[in-house]
């Protein structure tokens, strides 16, 4: 039992942490995205393209430690023996 409760909990980690990630990447991004609304055309791609990869980077390494971290609690309950 001990070893399906670690394989289940590092599954339930390793998705919510991937999960929560992309999900970060994305909202981070918008967020990001929006200081470059107020450009001219050129100008806002310019800066769409300047602040994507810094948006994305950190929204998805702030949602994968996050997500890793919830996951890894969310399966140590799930999979906790009754008592």
């Known amino acids: 039992m001990a070893k399906n409760r670690i394989l289940i909990c590092t599954f339930f980690a390793l998705l919510s ?3 929560s990630g992309y999900i970060g ?6 967020l990001h995205s929006q200081k470059c ?3 001219a ?3 806002k791609q310019a800066c769409s393209a300047w602040i994507t990869p810094g948006a994305i980077w950190q929204g998805s390494t702030t949602g994968l430690w996050t997500g890793t971290i919830l ?4 399966g140590g309950l799930v999979t906790r023996p009754q008592r």
């Open 71 to 74: 996951g890894a609690f969310v």
């Open 17 to 19: 942490g991937f999960l």
């Open 41 to 43: 055309w050129g100008f």
């Open 37 to 39: 609304q107020n450009q």
């Open 25 to 30: 990447g994305q909202i981070s991004l918008s």
